[in-house]
């Protein structure tokens, strides 16, 4: 019996450290007649923001994707659709006391390839849209941001709603196939929007309003992941479903644990397990005092990749904690195409019981700029021993100053600030290469940036 517990707990422990596995299945509708609906007047948000995102895959030049319908006149409609009135354009719209439409650039989308859009409305501000986890276009919403967008009309997937709001519209069904679609009621920074659009999420994450992973395989029914009963029935009825097997590469490699423990020298000990690896370039770990990624501070160089086919173990060595706390953690997997994910957070709460271990010495430094290359924001983090003003000025590659940023009396220890890719006007810079310089009392130190549009 002691030993069936000792199993029965371990995989426990083993299921609770697993992260992730690829998203393989999908929903491949005809184009003819197929879509999910039947959601009711659900995903409401008023007053407040919006952040939506699917995987599709599509030859098609025209159908609706995902959305809340408009009913006749009412405001609250808002969808991602291949636009009925230009053909082949992946098209954005955002309907409160006007309507707002914003396109795709730098496709095309409807390539037949699998792609993630990712919708952010932030109603005093900019309706962003992603693709893939990177910037792809924006447009000013705040004249809407008074407009409540308690919509009558109807949620769809894979068709763009009629006038009424409540059944489709004749030829916007989408010729393709769906996968992880979701919805929350609040905003997504651009870092959640690269960490979390290409792996399975939480049913229980912040905010999540509705989330159908399209995972079934069998049944007329999509069902929601949150616990809100939202569940999609697959029109027509007596349709049966065609459930794939060929979903988006929501992971670039099969990551079965992530953990970390504190050793016997006070060090964090960083542990992933990979079952398989194909086109990783490697491994980059992060760190933060909070669990917003936004927050964190990237700490390693590239740590390589083997790219087998056999399970591989990785170790890395914290050694650099040097304050009592709780530390959060998460591990970005960086492919050869360029693609990026992220895994975490794991955390670990830090306590320095030993006696007669003096605490690490904290130094002044710039630490690595990240993302990098970057559009249209990068991460300038640094560490002060000691308080002091900052002074960090960004240059371009002729030596002339386009930015700087200058702090008075910073606290010791870490900071970070954000630059946006412009210049010291408002004005968005070119791609090319940037330097950055800091100077903390007497110390200076330089860091390389790429922005790439």
């Known amino acids: 019996m002691k030993h069936s517990k000792a199993l029965l707990l371990l995989l426990l422990l083993i299921g609770m450290a697993t992260l992730a596995y690829g998203q393989v299945n999908c929903l491949t509708l005809n184009g003819s007649d197929n879509y999910v609906g039947n959601y009711g007047d659900i995903l409401d948000v008023g007053l407040g923001d919006l952040s939506y995102q699917i995987w599709f895959k599509t030859t098609s030049s025209s159908g609706g994707i995902m959305g809340k319908s ?22 954005i719209i955002f309907q409160g006391s006007t309507t707002h439409t914003l396109d795709a650039v730098n496709g095309p989308w409807n390539n037949g390839v699998w792609h993630n859009a990712t919708v952010t409305c932030k109603r005093d501000g900019d309706m962003t849209l992603y693709m893939d986890g990177v910037y792809n276009n924006h447009i000013s919403i705040a004249s809407s941001q008074n407009t409540n967008m308690n919509s009558p009309g109807h949620f769809f997937l894979g068709v ?15 010729n393709g196939s769906l996968c992880e679609a979701r919805v929350w009621n609040r905003l997504l920074t651009a870092a959640e929007v690269a960490a979390n659009y290409g792996v399975p999420i939480s049913p229980t994450t912040n905010n999540l309003v509705g989330y159908w992973k399209m995972d079934e395989g069998q049944g007329n029914i999509a069902y929601d992941s949150v616990a809100n ?11 049966v479903p065609t459930w794939e097997t060929d979903g988006p590469p929501t992971l670039p490699v099969e990551l079965s644990s992530f953990t ?22 490697g491994f980059y770990v992060y760190r933060g005092t909070d669990p917003n990624l936004a927050n964190a501070q990237q700490i ?17 060595t914290d050694s650099e904690i040097n304050q009592i706390g709780t530390y959060y953690y998460w591990l970005m997997v960086a492919d050869i195409n360029g693609s990026e994910s992220f895994h975490g957070p794991i955390h670990v709460t830090y306590e320095n019981t030993q006696p007669g271990i003096p605490n690490i010495p904290v130094f002044t430094e710039l630490k690595q700029v990240y993302p990098n290359p970057f559009n249209p924001n990068t991460n300038i983090s640094y560490v002060l021993a000691q308080p002091s003003d900052v002074l960090i000025t960004i240059f371009n590659m002729r030596g002339q100053e386009v930015r700087s940023f200058d702090s008075k009396n910073v606290a010791a220890g ?40």
């Open 229 to 239: 009963g939202h569940n999609g029935t697959i029109y027509p009825t007596t349709f």
């Open 260 to 281: 970390a423990t504190i050793s016997t020298h006070n060090n964090v000990v960083l542990t992933w397990v990979t079952q398989s690896e194909t086109s990783v370039m």
């Open 160 to 174: 763009y709603g009629n006038s009424t709001g409540t059944g489709p519209q004749t030829g916007m069904y989408l």
């Open 414 to 453: 870490s900071q970070k600030l954000t630059w946006d890719g412009k210049d010291q006007n408002g004005t968005s810079l070119a791609s090319g290469v940037y330097y950055i310089r800091m100077q903390a009392g007497a110390d200076s130190f330089f860091k390389k940036a790429v922005l790439m549009k």
């Open 300 to 316: 390693t160089a590239l740590i390589d990749a083997t790219n087998t086919s056999d399970q591989q173990v990785y170790v890395y």
């Open 70 to 91: 408009y009913y006749g006149s009412t405001s609250g409609r808002w969808s991602i659709q291949l636009s009925e009135a230009n053909p082949g354009t992946l098209r």
